[in-house]
């Protein structure tokens, strides 16, 4: 949690926030209407946009399926967590492996007050939450050496979340801080939207128009740099789709969503 309470970000009903649109798009009711406001129009002009997001999140538990079975990683470190759905990232992970550890980071202030049900666990494992901004990398670490041994394989997770960060040298700079404090064999997992798609471009400029914070697309190429000195896991950088689909996804259409896992050599 936040060190003074009153640093904390306050909860503004009239700013449309991402976590809450997010929410709004995988149907869940943690939103409020200037939420739902800018989904709407997202998809008006992307009618498949919720769709998006619910095969984004299907990625998302693929591949912490993946780290905790066959990767056989017992931490994680999810940052930017948004508000609680289906399939969360401890869910997942403690269902593969009930000695899980997972802390989850985020600051927004509805994903704080739903934090409760981010912290339950098996009895094996554990979960922890921290109130913190990914352009603060050094806090999170610091924090989250308090729950996770960062001496041993950390998987870091950054879903749909480095799409907020504009400046490619900014974002590799926050992925590296974090991977320098972890040791060989952590792995990094991430998914983000890709600037491919004239539909999405355009789901983008409206999502800027008013959501805060606001979103910056990248292209494949881009979203590959931030994986440079990691060791890409098969199939590499590609749609959400295409990653380790389930035998009943293996027919998806390729989306604009885009993702990769690499490990720490």
Same mark, same amino acid.
């Given at each position: 949690?936040a ?6 970000? /306050?909860?503004?009903?009239?700013v449309? !926030? ?11 009711k ?7 406001? $800018?989904?709407d !129009?997202?998809i ?9 997001? %619910?095969l ?5 538990? %693929? ?10 990683v ?10 609680? =759905? ?9 269902d593969?492996?009930?000695?899980? /550890? ?8 509805? $994903? ?14 554990? =979960? ?13 670490? @610091?924090?989250?050496?308090? =729950?996770?041994?960062?001496t041993k394989p ?15 040298? @900014?974002? /590799?700079?926050? $992925? ?10 952590s ?13 999405? %471009? @355009? ?5 800027n ?5 606001k979103?910056?697309?990248?292209s494949p190429?881009?979203?590959?740099a ?8 098969e199939?590499?950088?590609t749609?959400?789709t ?18 990769? $896992?690499?490990r720490?050599?």
């Amino acid at each position: 949690m936040a060190d003074d309470p009153t640093d904390a970000p /306050k909860l503004d009903t009239s700013v449309p !926030q991402t976590a809450r649109i997010w929410n709004y798009l995988l149907g869940g009711k943690d939103n409020f209407e200037v939420d739902r406001a $800018v989904g709407d !129009q997202i998809i008006a002009s992307l009618p498949h946009f919720a769709e998006h997001a %619910r095969l984004s999140r299907q990625y998302l538990a %693929r591949a912490v399926r993946f780290l905790a079975g066959e990767a056989g990683v017992t931490q994680f470190l999810d940052i930017g967590t948004g508000l609680p =759905t289906a399939d969360n990232t401890h869910e997942v992970a403690q269902d593969t492996n009930p000695h899980a /550890k997972i802390v989850y980071v985020d600051n927004d202030p509805l $994903v704080l007050a739903h934090a409760r049900a981010l912290l339950t666990s098996t009895p094996e494992g554990e =979960t922890a939450y921290i109130d913190a901004d990914l352009h603060h990398p050094e806090r999170i670490l @610091e924090k989250a050496g308090e =729950t996770l041994d960062l001496t041993k394989p950390v998987a870091l997770m950054l879903m749909g979340i480095l799409g907020h960060v504009e400046d490619d040298a @900014e974002a /590799k700079r926050i $992925v590296d801080t974090l991977l320098a404090a972890l040791p060989s064999g952590s792995y990094f997992a991430m998914y983000d939207g890709s600037d491919i798609d004239p539909d999405v %471009r @355009e789901a983008a400029r409206i999502w800027n128009i008013s959501a805060n914070p606001k979103y910056h697309l990248r292209s494949p190429e881009r979203f590959a740099a931030l994986f440079d000195g990691l060791e890409l896991v098969e199939p590499g950088v590609t749609s959400v789709t295409r990653w380790r689909p389930d035998p009943e996804g293996k027919d998806a259409a390729e989306i604009s969503q885009y993702c990769a $896992v690499g490990r720490k050599p």
